[in-house]
């Protein structure tokens, strides 16, 4: 350890995270004290950096995360708008299937609900072949990323689906959970990944019309 | 899903979680406010879920787990007591080396330093090979149980020793930071459990001999 080439790297990364929860502060004042607005900031970046490969760039991804997680958390509390169906997909890697039904929920969707999703051991990237098959139909996975699932977007969804991850996800009273059997699309081929994305797609338009008001259901 | 039977222990985990909040809160009143507890709460207890296979019976172990971190939080800000080097031991699973470590730390330091432990990838429990090697020495790992690495603990360390989670560990300035190259004790015989437990009892007397003034030190 050479502290003469890390100081200056530590001070910033620290530096980084400070002014990150400083906006978000800013952002969600009057909703959310700054200590927890900090916490969120700094817990959200050790839980990426805990699984993250490359930890050069996580404090983009660390932002998103906290905002999300923090808006979530608002509308859990009333005090963020909550005006269509919010849906969460959990599955254990959040590396394949519950990126590839969150991008094919979006999809269909288009603006009548809102989708977050997670992973119970978030992997380190999305899987390849997630990636590769949802291009296939158009569909680019590029700003997606795995993150643990974590206690706030549960809270503020209205609609749990779990694919593969056990009892992971807390179950709490007035949300409608939904287990999916699926495939793992890191375990097989390309092959499999599309029969995977394809079911995902047939259950993805299923639930749509099951949570959505009848008029407002796709073709 | 049949709601009449499962609404009432969905009810009573909320219910557990908050009144631990509650308790908490008091705990630490004038140092963290309510909505910070809550969220160390909740949160530490959807962490635990994550990984752990049995679920059951984590309300006593998030109790365990909110409170430390709080602890750990306080220190951090100054709010609590930091009269001994505060050493964080982070590796993988926090199944085997971290709580070996952890264990004979303890051991040794008897009260000179306090001694904590986390994982990059927690498992669902702690590994058997390392329950056994510790008892052969009549150290009982019984109450240890694998848990995520957070910022918090991080923030009020002294020392971090990691082993083997590459750079899951955030870096901040002020620290001592350690890498210790271990083999995993789950990777192997019972045998080389012992080997392992036998390197990791020589570093940690070592490290105690750097960190402590030179009269405190064991012979």
Same mark, same amino acid.
């Given at each position: 350890?050479?502290?003469?080439?890390?100081?200056?790297?530590?001070?910033?990364?620290?530096?980084?995270?400070?002014?990150?929860?400083?906006?978000?502060?800013?952002?969600?004042?009057?909703?959310?004290?700054?200590?927890?607005? /900090? =916490?969120?900031?700094?817990?959200?970046?050790? !839980? *990426? +950096?805990?699984?993250?490969?490359?930890?050069? %760039?996580?404090? @983009?991804?660390? /932002? =998103?995360?906290?905002?999300?997680?923090?808006? !979530? *958390? +608002?509308?859990?509390?009333?005090?963020?708008? %909550?005006?269509? @169906?919010?849906?969460?997909?959990?599955?254990?890697?959040?590396?394949?299937?519950?990126?590839?039904?969150?991008?094919?929920?979006? %999809?269909?969707?288009?603006?009548?609900?809102?989708?977050?999703?997670?992973?119970?051991?978030?992997?380190?990237?999305?899987?390849?072949?997630?990636?590769?098959?949802?291009?296939?139909?158009?569909?680019?996975?590029?700003?997606?990323?795995?993150?643990?699932?974590?206690?706030?977007?549960?809270?503020?969804?209205?609609?749990?689906?779990?694919?593969?991850?056990?009892?992971?996800?807390?179950?709490?009273?007035?949300?409608?959970?939904?287990?999916?059997?699926?495939?793992?699309?890191?375990?097989?081929?390309?092959?499999?990944?599309?029969?995977?994305?394809?079911?995902?797609?047939?259950?993805?338009?299923?639930?749509?019309?099951?949570?959505?008001?009848?008029?407002?259901?796709?073709?």
């Amino acid at each position: 350890m050479t502290p003469s080439r890390e100081t200056p790297s530590l001070l910033s990364v620290d530096h980084v995270l400070h002014t990150i929860a400083e906006d978000l502060s800013r952002r969600f004042a009057g909703v959310f004290a700054p200590e927890t607005v /900090e =916490r969120y900031v700094f817990e959200s970046h050790t !839980a *990426l +950096a805990r699984t993250a490969k490359i930890s050069s %760039h996580l404090a @983009p991804l660390t /932002e =998103r995360f906290a905002r999300d997680r923090l808006i !979530a *958390l +608002a509308q859990a509390k009333g005090a963020a708008p %909550h005006e269509v @169906p919010e849906v969460l997909l959990v599955c254990v890697q959040n590396a394949g299937r519950s990126q590839m039904a969150a991008a094919l929920l979006e %999809h269909h969707a288009a603006g009548r609900v809102h989708v977050r999703s997670a992973g119970s051991a978030p992997a380190a990237a999305i899987h390849p072949h997630a990636d590769e098959v949802m291009l296939e139909i158009g569909i680019d996975l590029g700003s997606a990323f795995p993150k643990p699932l974590t206690d706030d977007v549960v809270r503020a969804a209205d609609v749990v689906i779990t694919m593969g991850c056990g009892d992971a996800c807390p179950l709490y009273p007035g949300k409608r959970y939904e287990d999916w059997d699926l495939q793992d699309p890191s375990d097989g081929s390309l092959e499999q990944a599309r029969h995977i994305r394809n079911e995902i797609d047939r259950r993805v338009r299923q639930l749509l019309t099951e949570i959505l008001p009848a008029s407002a259901t796709p073709n």
